[in-house]
Each structure stands twice: as C-alpha cells, then as structure tokens.
C-alpha cells in the first residue's frame, strides 16, 4: 500500500487596511494657494463694493447722459423757388453766411410799384398842400366880403327913417350879409377837409407814412429772398436742391447750434438729492474716451412724462431701466458743457458718462477705523474731501 501526504488546506485571507498615497508637495501647494486665492477674491469683491459704495454715494454717476444741442430750423420768410444753394450738408456756417436764395423777382416788382406809388403819394401831398393855401385864401377873401356886407348894411340901415333908403335896399343888405358869413363858414369847412385830405398829425404824415411802410414791407420780402444763418453751427438735414419750391414758414433743412452745447443725464431719483446747480461735473464722451471734459449742473427735472397726466411732447420722457426688482425713476439733470474745440468737436446725440463733484463729505464709520490702515482711513476722508477747481482740460 501506497501512503498519501495530505495536502494542507490555504490559510484564510487576511484583511489589510489600504494605506493612502502620501501627497505630493506640489498638490499641496496648489490646494493651499487655491484656497487662499478663494478668500482673496470674496475679501477683495467686499473690499471693491464698499469703495464702489462709498465712491457713488457722494459723486453720482450715470451712463444714461446724451449730448445735446438747440436745433435752429431754417425756413423762407417768403414763398418761391429756390435759385441758388450757397452751401451742403454738414458744412459748418457762421452768423450771416448765405444758405439758399430764393427767386427775388416778383418781390422786386411789388418793391417798384411801391416806390412809384410813394413818389405819386409825395405830389398828392404837394396838392394838398396848396389846396389848403387856396381854401386858406378862400376864407381871406369871404371875411373881407362879409366885413363889407356888415359895414355897408350899419350905414344905410340909419338912412332908412329920413328915406334916403328903401326897405327893399336893406332886405337886400341883410341878405348880402347872411350870404358872406355862410361863405366864410363854407370856406372854413373847405379847409378844414384840405387839411384832412392832406393826413398831416404832428410831425408825420399818415398818407406818407403808409406808403413808405408798404416800401419797407417790400424791402424787407426782398431782402427776405436771402436766407442767411442766424447761428453759428452745422448744417443737418439738408435734403433740398435749386428749383424745389420753398413755402412761408415751412422748414426745409435745419442748423445745429454750437454757441451752446448741454448734457442730459439722467439720474435716479436717489442720487438727485446730492446734486445741486453749480457743482462741476467730470464728463467723459464714448468718441473721446481719453479725453476729460467739464461741465456745469444748471438744473434738475421737476416732472416726467405721465401717460395718465397727458402731455407727451412737453415733458421729457425716461424710460426706466431694470435695477433689481424696484424701478428707481430717473429724472433728468440739464449740464451746460464748456466749449469744445476744433480736435475734439462735440456732436448731438453723443453717448457721455457724468460724474457730478458733489460737496458732500463723509466721515469713516467709527466701527471701520480700527480695522484698516491709517493710510487707507486718510485716502478714505480724501475721497469724501470736496474736490478742489478744476484745472484746465483738453475739452474746455
């Protein structure tokens, strides 16, 4: 027989628990600076807003400003048709300078006939005159009748009791006498409708003066014939050539003013309360976004637009923009703009951003003032300091 050699059974398993990689210095480093960089980002998002708080609550900003300009609407005093354009679109006019001229020669002839009829007028006055010398004669002559009626009558009316006269010879009389006073009064009437007739009042003469203002009135249409600028400015919408038919009063292109330029900006109604005629206002231009412009706060928007109130058209309308859940209304705040000059020329409609330099100060809550610097405390009162005049600048 033949011995078998058991085999031995497998030892059970035994559990070993895992052990973790050791980690490696770089990982280590990169966690810690992320963590690090974590904390930064929200200490310096809490840091930036209150600046930006801070900074706002005393110089208000706002991005919703417009440049703007008095628009001067250029039109014919008179109608006819357009013979000459002195100038195009967007070319820059100065006070005087001819726009177009319209066809001078129907008011031409109304200007001759005018003076013809002045001249005709000045020999019906020459008329009149020596009319009232004739009727002024005329009354001469009829005192001196009468005087003699009245003379004669006094000295055979005596001889009528010793009958040198008769009765019929001092009817006659009588009658004669009646007859030269009526003469005298008609003569006096006479004059006195000469004298009207000539239209004399103090020292003007009406029927003159009448005349010589339908010479003036035609002088004037004459002159109106030349449409020149009133203003100094450029030329916009210019859409009109030789031969177009300009009407009394209708408006064929327009000028764009540039005596007097302004901002429109409109801020919400929270900020207003800082702001107040007067205080300087930084402006910065979209087109010019280098260059530091000046202004001047004239005025603050009492009203807006209602719907329900009516008068569209006369009130300004602010459209009111999204700002979390409240609409804060936005009124808007007139800044007269320093003059521009020829590199940085202004334009209407320009997109601007204005920063009013209000003079409210504010103090570092006292709170605050252990947990910064002192140099960050003192840059702090800076910002709140009113700013100082402003220094010349490219844009005034």
Known sequence: MTSETPTPAPAPAVARSPVKAPISTPNRLRKIFGRLFGISAVLSALVLSFLTWWELDIRPRTDDAYLRANIVGIAANVSGYITELAVVDNQKVAIGDLLFRVDPRPYQAELDVALANLAYVDLEIQALKDAITQREAD???????????????????????????????????????????????????????????????????????????????????????????????????????????????????????????????????????????????????????????????????????????????????????????????????????????????????????????????????????????DALEQWLGTLATPPAPMPESPGR
């Not at 009588?174 to 008609?186: C, G, Y």
């Not at 459209?319 to 009124?331: H, I």
């Open 139 to 373: 009354i001469v002559n009829a005192e001196a009748v009468a005087l003699y009626n009245m003379q004669y009558l006094a000295r055979i009316e005596p001889l009528l009791p010793k009958q040198f006269v008769t009765p019929d010879q001092i009817d006659a009389a009588k009658r004669n006498v009646r007859t030269a006073d009526a003469s005298v009064l008609q003569s006096k009437a006479a004059l006195a409708q000469a004298v009207a007739n000539l239209g004399q009042i103090g020292n003007v003469n009406v029927r003159r003066a009448r005349a010589q203002a339908m010479v003036v009135e035609n002088q004037l249409n004459v002159g109106y014939c030349e449409v020149r600028s009133s203003v100094n400015g450029y030329v916009t919408n210019f859409n009109i050539s030789v031969g177009q038919y300009a009407s009394t009063g209708v408006e064929v292109f327009a000028l764009v003013d540039t005596s007097s330029w302004y901002l429109l900006a409109n801020y919400q109604e929270t900020d207003i309360r800082v702001i107040q005629p007067g205080m300087d206002v930084e402006v910065y231009l979209m087109a010019y976004p280098r260059v530091h412009f000046h202004g001047v706060v004239q005025g603050i928007g009492w009203a807006l637009y209602d719907p329900n109130q009516g008068s569209n058209g006369v009130l300004p309308t602010v459209s009111p923009t999204l700002d979390w859940v409240r609409l804060a209304q936005r009124f808007p705040v007139r800044i007269v703009m320093d003059p521009s000059d020829d590199q940085n020329p202004y334009r209407m409609g320009a997109t601007a951003t204005a920063i009013v330099l209000s003079n409210r100060t504010r103090e570092v809550p006292d709170i605050l003032k252990p947990l910064m610097p």
